[in-house]
């Protein structure tokens, strides 16, 4: 039920497993947990933290030209075919994508 975790807990519940710390950055992180909680809104229907369910979801990419490359596309065709969700640094620059498995 992420409704009732907040951003720091649900990095926080990464970054205390030995296995999953280091499997997003921060600013990855965060995406995702505006991700999963917009939809919980939008639906309103809890999602449970799982954290390998969302490992296994998830990738992260830290450059479009790293993202294109892994899939031999460009960046247009991937969001055409799966989600990608753009990660954002403090100054609200590109830093990265988290892209949903498919």
């Known amino acids: 039920m992420l409704a009732e975790l907040n951003e720091n807990d649900f990095i926080n519940s990464f970054l205390?497993?030995?296995?999953?710390?280091?499997?997003?950055?921060?600013?990855?992180?965060?995406?995702?947990y505006k991700y999963y909680t917009k939809i919980e809104k939008e639906t309103g229907e809890d999602s449970i933290l799982d954290l390998i369910a969302?490992?296994?979801?998830?990738c992260e990419y830290h450059s479009t030209e790293e993202?294109?490359?892994n899939y031999c596309k460009k960046i247009n065709e991937i969001?055409?075919?799966?989600?990608?969700?753009?990660?954002?640094?403090w100054q609200g620059k590109i830093a990265g994508y988290v892209v949903q498995n498919y």
Request: aromatic share 6%.
């Open 16 to 32: 205390s497993s030995e296995s999953r710390k280091n499997q997003f950055s921060i600013l990855a992180l965060q995406e995702l």
């Open 54 to 58: 969302i490992c296994c979801d998830w």
């Open 67 to 69: 993202l294109e490359k």
């Open 79 to 89: 969001e055409e075919e799966t989600l990608v969700l753009k990660v954002t640094d």
